[in-house]
Structure formats: structure tokens, C-alpha cells
């Protein structure tokens, strides 16, 4: 069972890593844009609709990815200090309650969507030239299915936490700095960063 568990988490993660290379393009697109703009006084009426398509796209494909990474932001000024088979009781209760019937509608609703926009090769009327808006209604239903998906995996954890008394355990994920890697590359030890603090400390003594 949890591998896989895992398994899904991967899938989720992979996906998440893949569209978060939008926030390159949309860096390199936004810098386009605005020296095209500016410095040449040559702006494209679609860039803006692009971005926007980019960055919902960026947004709505995370979601899974977050929900595996328990990112999500709670407001646990009471979760904190309950204890997991508690945790675990209550998300499940919100899952059900809240979670299932509104990711489901999410995934339903843009399949039509999806569908009529597909139908009429629909395209953005902001400009008279605007983007194809179908490629970008497709991924809503996409997601809503991705974090459905996910969310059944949560649903699961819930049930074993409320067996087991712990939370099962979670695919590790990137740190934005790689502490053991960065000694290693700078040939530091345990051992000297200890003498280091100890030295910091003693010197701040000696001040007072």
C-alpha cells in the first residue's frame, strides 16, 4: 500500500516539476514583452492573454503536487496541537465533506468546458487576434483529475494514521539548499562548524 502511495506522489511530483518550468518562460516572456514594448514600441495585444493561459496553467497543474507535499496552507492554530489520529479524523471528515464533491465538480465542469471550447476553436476575443483558449481549458479538467487522484491518496493516509497512530510516510522532495552538499563542496566538517560556534560564543562572552 504505501508504495503505492508513493507511486501517485511521484506522479504528482513529476508533473508539478514539469509545469513549474513555466515560471522560466513566463520570466523570459514577461522581460520580452516588455523590451518589445518599450524599446521598440512593438507590443503584442496576445502576450498578455499567453501569460495569463501560462500562469493558470502553472497554478492549476501544482496543485496535485502540493496536496502530496501536505503544502497546502491550513489554519492550524488548533490542528498543531492535535495528535495525528485526531489530524487524521478530522481531514478525513473535510475530505469527504468538502474536498471530494468540490474536486470532482472542478473536473466535470471543465470537461465540458473543455469540450465547447474544443467545438467552436475558440479563441480569445480581447484582441482581434487573440490565442486559442481550448489547449488552456483542457488542463482543468486534467488537474481536477490529478488532484482527485491525489486526494484519494490522502483519504488513505487518513485511514492508516487512524489505525497506526502515525502519519504515513511521504516521497521526499527537493530542498532549495543541499546543506550535506554544500560542506562536501566546501570541505567542511561537523567537527568545524562546531569549533566555529563555540569560538562565536565564547568571543560574545568575552565582549560582555
Excluded at 13 to 26: C, P, S, Y
Excluded at 147 to 168: A, D, H, M
Aim: charged share 20%; net charge negative.
Amino acid at each position: 500500500m504505501q508504495k503505492l502511495l508513493l507511486t501517485i506522489d511521484k506522479i504528482s511530483t513529476q508533473v508539478g516539476q514539469v509545469f513549474a518550468w513555466l515560471i522560466l518562460a513566463l520570466t523570459f516572456m514577461i522581460t520580452w514583452e516588455v523590451i518589445s514594448r518599450y524599446a521598440f514600441d512593438n507590443p503584442h495585444p496576445w502576450a498578455f492573454d499567453v501569460m495569463s493561459m501560462m500562469y493558470g496553467s502553472l497554478f492549476m497543474m501544482a496543485g496535485a503536487y502540493t496536496l502530496s507535499k501536505n503544502g497546502h496552507v491550513r489554519g492550524d492554530v488548533l490542528y498543531g496541537f492535535f495528535t495525528p489520529r485526531l489530524q487524521a479524523g478530522f481531514d478525513l471528515t473535510l475530505y469527504f465533506v468538502f474536498f471530494i464533491p468540490g474536486i470532482v465538480a472542478l473536473a466535470w465542469a471543465g470537461y465540458n468546458y473543455a469540450g465547447e471550447s474544443w467545438a467552436i476553436n475558440e479563441h480569445s476575443n480581447v484582441t482581434a487576434n487573440g490565442p486559442p483558449v481550448y489547449p488552456f481549458k483542457t488542463i482543468i479538467p486534467i488537474a481536477g483529475t490529478l488532484l482527485l487522484l491525489q486526494g484519494l491518496v490522502e483519504i488513505v493516509r487518513c485511514v492508516l494514521c487512524l489505525q497506526t497512530g502515525e502519519w504515513p510516510k511521504r516521497g521526499d522532495d527537493v530542498d532549495e539548499v543541499d546543506v550535506e552538499k554544500l560542506k562536501e563542496m566546501v570541505n567542511v566538517k561537523d567537527e568545524d562548524i562546531a569549533k566555529l560556534d563555540a569560538y562565536v560564543v565564547g568571543a560574545k562572552g568575552t565582549q560582555k
